[in-house]
């Protein structure tokens, strides 16, 4: 069994890939489709190969609180840690740019978070 993200689906909507596009891209060379995975599961002689949703992630957190619960620090999550200083950075100035103009008018902004974990199972014949 595997368990990981899948973002060639597209169905994920992230604070962290709005923010830090780079994350996107660098998540897709990162993690294969889960139906690659399944693929290569069976090619190696495990049978009824299977995906399944596992875990559903939903949440919408206050940018406000971003910085003071240590989500905006690089080591929060894999997809902030490897990019390049410059990446990173760029990243915080849309983040604080985008807290601004919500500001601006008088808004809070929102930071969405909506992804799947996949689970890929597969048995021994």
């Given amino acids: 069994m595997t368990i990981a993200l899948d973002p060639h689906t597209g169905q994920d909507k992230w604070w962290v ?19 690659e995975i399944q ?5 190696y002689g495990f049978i009824r190969c299977k995906v399944k949703e596992v875990q559903h992630i939903s949440t919408m957190m206050p940018a406000r609180l971003a910085a003071p619960q240590g989500f905006l620090e690089r080591g929060f999550t894999s997809q902030l840690t490897i990019l390049s ?25 929102l930071l969405p ?11 021994v014949g």
């Fill in 17 to 35: 890939y709005d923010y830090f596009p780079e994350t996107v891209k660098l998540d897709k060379e990162r993690y294969p489709p889960t139906a």
């Fill in 39 to 43: 693929t290569a599961m069976a090619r």
């Fill in 85 to 109: 200083k410059e990446e990173y950075e760029a990243g915080i100035g849309r983040l604080n740019k985008a807290i601004e103009d919500a500001a601006a008018l008088g808004e809070d902004l």
């Fill in 113 to 123: 978070t909506d992804l799947r974990l996949f689970g890929v199972f597969g048995w």
